[in-house]
């Protein structure tokens, strides 16, 4: 006899009700993609503000002078470092070809091929950093909304409680608190971790004289992200341009990226990232991929912080249930008695 399946009318109308939100959160994702780095950079920089808080620096005037350091930060940047990188990025994208061939004589590579797959990094690096000085509006939104963010936290229980009362106001400020810690110290040592290696890289293979050594460590810098597998792929184009110098070079390089690797994972690393809760770095690796394939350079970048924060909403909401769970158990252990 087969089965009779019926929907209520407040299913039908949570379901209409549901896929409506869906879409308006798809048609204001732009939006949630600012307040979600807005949010980073706040977890970030609240540390700080408290700490110059503490002593007797108004939070106003705190946020304004990690502002004005960011910002000397950007023009240094943007007269120092942009114009070069640009340029050793698009000459090195077009010669990568070459230095394959040169690399690998006994190989059949097709130059061609290798160019259409290639020259399309050079011009993502353009467009990124065209688009990064170029956007100035939502630049500055995120930096303003940042700004009101570290400015009104204190006031978020208070404000909470209004709407929710007072016990679960303390329950979604204490969520909140954890993402807050934990996604801020992940920023802050993924940040610190990617200068460093960085600025190693690029102290090693500039007094190597080897070519491109700017875009080749800002590689070896972002690719921290990615653990284990990063610093190897990193290493690769700087192999292939030593390749094209002399097989000592080749050996050079290769040692320098493991020393830089290791005063990374003996030194740097317990350093940097003791007070952050890293994830498994499968789910890392995963993590990145995925977003690349859905969002490009910036899904890639957002990635772990979004897993990060899933991950801590979704474990502190379980440990909230747990005592809850408990105290109902013991209440029926009682009346069973």
Do not use: C
């Amino acid at each position: 006899m087969p089965t009779k399946f019926e929907l209520s009318h407040k299913t039908v109308f949570f379901i209409i009700f549901f896929l409506i939100f869906l879409w308006m959160l798809f048609q204001v994702k732009e939006i949630i993609f600012l307040l979600f780095i807005s949010f980073i950079l706040m977890s970030a920089f609240k540390p700080f503000a408290d700490l110059m808080e503490k002593i007797f620096v108004p939070r106003v005037i705190s946020v304004l002078l990690i502002y004005i350091m960011l910002l000397g930060l950007f023009v240094f940047v943007g007269s120092n470092i942009i114009n070069p990188l640009i340029s050793q990025s698009v000459k090195l994208g077009e010669n990568l070809p070459q230095y394959i061939n040169s690399a690998f004589p006994f190989f059949a590579f097709d130059a061609q091929t290798i160019s259409q797959n290639i020259s399309p990094i050079s011009q993502n690096i353009l467009k990124v950093s065209v688009g990064l000085f170029g956007n100035i509006v939502a630049i500055f939104t995120v930096f303003v909304i940042s700004f009101y963010l570290i400015l009104e936290r204190k006031y978020l229980e208070l404000n909470l409680s209004r709407f929710m009362g007072r016990q679960g106001a303390l329950q979604l400020v204490g969520i909140i608190g954890k993402v807050e810690q934990r996604l801020g110290a992940w920023v802050r040592g993924q940040v610190t971790l990617g200068l460093i290696i960085g600025l190693g890289t690029y102290i090693g293979l500039a007094l190597l004289e080897i070519p491109y050594s700017m875009p080749l460590a800002i590689i070896a810098g972002i690719l921290e992200i990615i653990p284990n597998i990063g610093p190897i792929i990193s290493a690769i184009p700087a192999i292939l341009v030593a390749a094209t110098i002399s097989p000592v070079y080749i050996i050079a390089v290769i040692l320098l990226y493991f020393v830089v690797q290791q005063l990374e994972n003996h030194l740097v690393v317990p350093i940097v990232m003791r007070s952050m809760v890293g994830l498994p770095p499968l789910v890392t690796i995963i993590a990145v991929m995925i977003g690349a394939k859905l969002g490009g350079i910036g899904g890639a970048l957002l990635s772990v912080p979004i897993v990060v924060t899933v991950e801590t909403i979704v474990s502190s909401y379980l440990k909230l249930k747990e005592p809850a769970e408990d105290s109902a158990g013991k209440e029926n252990l009682v009346n069973v008695n």
